[in-house]
């Protein structure tokens, strides 16, 4: 039982660049959410999604577009990076009924 | 906006004493509050979670909450310093998405 996986761990892209961070679950959670994580401040939501097949902004949406491809994964994707988007990047799953979010251990992406 | 505030710190105690961190919330209808705690450079793990006005205590944990005063607190008895980390507040969103919104969180040193 790995719990919430994430790759890359680091990345560094050019700004104008593409990538796709991958986030996998592996305890049948429904919910599935991806934060960054920026100096100084507290985790900000991106997108959240509350079961297969759906997706919902959170806080900080805009460059950023995600996929719940399956309940196991849920993928967030940077059309066109940029140096604002430098960050630390969670993704967490919750089960239903219960509190407790577990994230994963998080992709550092630097944008230069 | 919804609004969670901390106390960045640092705050630093000796080894052996009480280590309390703040929290306060803006949301007066949130009803689930989150201790996390993050070394540097891992993700967050959970500490504690309350509901209740009151008390909650788990081993050298005690986190408390006054709704009325929209205050959570987390005490750390007998801090060692492996407890040295960045406490993070997180309160539950009163909405479908069980999203968390965060704290920037208060780093705390604990001195040998």
């Known amino acids: 039982n790995a719990g919430v996986t994430q790759t890359p761990k680091f990345q560094v892209l050019k700004t104008g660049q593409s990538m796709t961070l991958q986030c996998a679950q592996d305890?049948?959670?429904?919910?599935m959410y991806w934060y960054r994580q920026d100096p100084g401040m507290g985790l900000r939501l991106i997108y959240y999604?509350?079961?297969?097949?759906?997706?919902d902004k959170g806080e900080v949406p805009n460059g950023y577009n995600v996929s719940r491809l399956n309940k196991r994964e849920f993928s967030l994707r940077l059309e066109s990076a940029a140096p604002s988007q430098t960050s630390v990047y969670f993704c967490?799953?919750?089960?239903?009924?219960?509190?407790?979010?577990?994230f994963g251990p998080g992709t550092r992406l630097t944008v230069t | 906006q919804k609004e969670v505030e901390q106390n960045s710190g640092p705050l630093s105690v000796p080894e052996g004493a009480i280590a309390s961190l703040n929290c306060t919330y803006s949301?007066?209808?949130?009803?689930?509050f989150f201790w996390y705690r993050q070394y540097s450079g891992k993700s967050p793990e959970l500490i504690m979670f309350?509901?209740?006005?009151g008390d909650k205590e788990d081993g050298r944990f005690t986190a408390q909450l006054n709704k009325a005063s929209q205050y959570v607190s987390l005490l750390i008895r007998d801090s060692q310093p492996s407890d040295s980390a960045t406490y993070l507040c997180?309160?539950?969103?009163?909405?479908?998405?069980?999203?968390?919104?965060f704290g920037s969180g208060t780093r705390l040193q604990v001195q040998p």
């Open positions: 967490a799953s919750i089960a239903g009924g219960l509190n407790e979010q577990y």
């Open positions: 305890m049948n959670h429904n919910s």
């Open positions: 999604s509350a079961s297969e097949g759906t997706t």
């Open positions: 949301d007066r209808g949130s009803q689930s």
């Open positions: 309350i509901y209740s006005n």
């Open positions: 997180a309160v539950k969103e009163n909405t479908g998405r069980r999203a968390l919104t």
